[in-house]
C-alpha cells in the first residue's frame, strides 16, 4: 500500500491540515476520523467539497497543482498519513498498477462531485435533503448538523427549518 510507511499526524476537531494558497508538499489519506475539504464563497457560506473518511486521499486533484484550492479541516479528531508529493508521483510513474487505481478513484470522485453539484442545484431545501438522503447518507448526531448543511451547500438554519418541519409532519402524522 502507498500509504504504508507514510508519516501520521494528528489533529484535533476543527484544527486545519492545510489552507487554500498553500504550496502542495504532500498528498494526505485518512487513517480515521474525518476531514473536510472546504471553501467559503463570496458571501461567506462554507460549502464541503469533500468529506473524506478512512482511507480516503484529502484534496487528491492537488497531487497536480502547485497550490491547495481548498481549505482542509479536521471534522473531528482523526490521523492522517502524509507521503511527499514527489515521493506520491514517482510511485503513480513507476507501478501502472497504482496508476489505473488512482485514475479509477479519481474518475469516481468525478462522478461523486458532479452528484454533489446536481444535489446542489435543486432549488428547495427538501429537494436538496431528500437527494442526499437518498444516495444512502443518514443524519449524523444533531451536533454535526450543520456538516450536512455545508455539504448541501445551504445555510445551518435553513436546514433546522427543513428537519423541524419534517419533525412536525411526523409527529402529525403519528397522532392521526
Not at 469533500?50 to 497536480?64: C, H, R
Request: charged share 25%; glycine share 6%; hydrophobic share 45%.
Amino acid at each position: 500500500m502507498l500509504f504504508q510507511d507514510a508519516r501520521d499526524t494528528e489533529l484535533a476537531s476543527g484544527e486545519t491540515l492545510f489552507a487554500a494558497g498553500e504550496e502542495v508538499t504532500g498528498i494526505y489519506m485518512v487513517r480515521s476520523g474525518r476531514v473536510h475539504l472546504q471553501r467559503h464563497t463570496t458571501h461567506g457560506a462554507q460549502i464541503v467539497l469533500q468529506n473524506a473518511g478512512p482511507g480516503a486521499v484529502v484534496a487528491e486533484a492537488s497531487a497536480y497543482s502547485p497550490m491547495y484550492h481548498c481549505d482542509a479541516v479536521a471534522a473531528e479528531e482523526c490521523v492522517v498519513a502524509r507521503l511527499p508529493k514527489d515521493r506520491f508521483l514517482s510511485a503513480l510513474a513507476g507501478e501502472p498498477a497504482l496508476a489505473e487505481s488512482w485514475s479509477a478513484l479519481l474518475a469516481r470522485n468525478v462522478q461523486a462531485a458532479r452528484l454533489r453539484s446536481e444535489i446542489r442545484s435543486l432549488p428547495r431545501v427538501a429537494d436538496r435533503l431528500d437527494a442526499w438522503l437518498g444516495e444512502g447518507n443518514a443524519l449524523p448526531e444533531r451536533g454535526r448538523w450543520q456538516d450536512v448543511a455545508a455539504e448541501l451547500g445551504v445555510t445551518r438554519e435553513a436546514l433546522y427549518r427543513e428537519l423541524s418541519r419534517r419533525r412536525a409532519a411526523t409527529s402529525a402524522r403519528s397522532r392521526s
